[in-house]
């Protein structure tokens, strides 16, 4: 492999931090890194999932749904990864999850959540039930974030692009559990990539420390008495980790570190490594890739004191009288329900059980209808990417089903389904037409058990309906 070429002060800090360690650390940029992969629980088991995959696979030991994967395999190309059957991440990256211990029916923010990896781990351990608000600030990344929640079939999922100080002011203490993936120097990473080694600096470390402290102090206010917070980062600097949640902790005694089991491959955070350790410091991770097999991290898991206060959903909806009063944009009129139904029912063949198992606001964003998580609040305001589900689009009374709605289906939803082979499936992505004889009308085409997409067959052909921005070049 490529000699790796590590900038100097780095060099010297870490030498000086990790005495007798260092040269088994420095080795580790000698070797290949590890690719980690996580099936998709909202379309698979672990057990069906391997015996699907053409890769070999084996177990990332901290994360319930991680494999490893050989890099040359290149799962990103492949059919499976385009209907959502698996998130290709980084395997020390899934641990942060792990820690966060997300159950369905509960309110999560993923504060800092481009480009998905974490938030659609997060939706799989929900079963598509409760709250997710997935939130990046930079738009190119929200967008990014949002093709990647559809692409996993995620139906209870808010994509924002606010800033943490804006969003705070709409959700005070309403969430269960807060994820802080903060944006950080990258040290963990430089093994992976080339930008983060370029771009370190000394100043660098110090400026996203007082950034990290600040995006905690908002998410604070809305985690709700008994709520949860995790901290992560991607890099080695006590200034970036065991600082800034000491940092934040002296300033919050509501706040506690908490001891949590881990994997043995995990190691205790370091308080001697900084100045007024808060206590309980030690119970927070460090990830080093000198005792794992994947990149740098630090995790630390925060409870916030007090008994849980339990909102009825019709306490979290006030505010949407409002939307449907001022808003023409957004709707939950009765008549428009009733054609996207039947619409539902008789045009796509979705069947009355997934029907009955849906449940929120039916929304419009310009001409797609959503249908909006039941718990979320009136989005007035907030700059909404992805405001839930997207079922369908109105073309002037005109339905057409969303490629968002095709990928939360499971075959078993409908009964117009049509199972694709392998060279199917790779012209349905290319944007071709595809030679059919019985079916009519709008179709669910699948490849391996797995949703693609909507096609709509007429006079012997499957014409394609994958989006346009989604096509492979050949």
Not at 356 to 361: E, H, I, T, V, W
Request: with cysteine; aromatic share 10%; hydrophobic share 35%.
């Amino acid at each position: 492999m490529e000699r790796i070429e590590l900038p100097q002060i780095f060099c010297e800090r870490m030498e000086r931090l990790l005495e007798e360690e260092y040269s088994a650390f420095l080795s580790s940029y000698e070797k290949e890194r590890y690719y980690g992969l996580r099936y998709n629980p909202l379309k698979d088991t672990a057990e069906t999932f391997v015996e699907r995959m053409p890769f070999d696979l084996d177990k990332v030991s901290w994360a319930a749904e991680g494999f490893y994967y050989q890099g040359s395999q290149q799962p990103g190309r492949h059919v499976l990864h385009e209907a959502g059957a698996y998130y290709i991440q980084e395997p020390s990256a899934m641990a942060v999850v792990e820690l966060l211990d997300p159950r369905p029916e509960e309110r999560i923010l993923d504060l800092c959540a481009a480009p998905g990896g974490k938030s659609t781990q997060i939706a799989g351990r929900m079963d598509r039930r409760g709250l997710l608000v997935a939130n990046e600030i930079v738009p190119e990344r929200a967008k990014i974030l949002s093709q990647n929640v559809e692409r996993m079939g995620i139906p209870n999922c808010v994509v924002c692009s606010e800033r943490p100080e804006r969003l705070s002011s709409f959700f005070p203490a309403f969430f269960d559990r807060i994820l802080v993936d903060a944006p950080c120097s990258g040290e963990g990473m430089f093994r992976k990539e080339e930008a983060a080694r370029k771009e370190w600096s000394a100043d660098h470390v110090q400026m996203c420390a007082d950034r990290q402290l600040g995006v905690l102090e908002e998410a604070a206010k809305m985690l709700k008495p008994g709520g949860i917070l995790v901290y992560s980062t991607c890099t080695f600097a006590p200034e970036e980790n065991e600082g800034v949640v000491s940092a934040f902790v002296h300033e919050h005694d509501d706040f506690t570190i908490e001891e949590v089991p881990c994997d043995s491959f995990f190691s205790k955070g370091r308080p001697e490594w900084i100045s007024n350790a808060a206590f309980g410091i030690a119970h927070t991770m460090r990830l080093w890739p000198h005792e794992l097999k994947g990149e740098g991290h630090y995790i630390a898991r925060l409870r916030r004191k007090g008994a849980p206060v339990q909102q009825t959903v019709q306490e979290s909806a006030k505010g949407r009288s409002k939307d449907r009063k001022n808003n023409k944009e957004r709707t939950d009129d009765r008549k428009m329900r009733e054609a996207a139904e039947e619409f539902l029912l008789t045009k796509l063949g979705i069947s009355s059980a997934w029907m009955a198992r849906q449940s929120g606001m039916l929304i419009r964003f310009g001409e797609w209808l959503y249908l909006a998580p039941e718990e979320m609040i009136s989005m007035e305001g907030l700059k909404v990417l992805r405001p839930g589900l997207c079922l369908l689009a109105d073309r002037k009374n005109r339905f057409e089903p969303a490629h968002a709605l095709a990928l939360s289906l499971d075959r078993e939803d409908t009964d117009r389904v049509r199972e694709l082979t392998k060279e199917e499936a790779e012209r349905y992505l290319h944007g071709e037409s595809i030679p059919c004889l019985e079916e009519r009308g709008w179709t669910l085409l699948t490849y391996e058990g797995y949703s693609l997409g909507f096609g709509k067959a007429s006079g012997g052909q499957m014409k394609n309906h994958y989006p346009k921005g989604l096509r492979k070049s050949r």
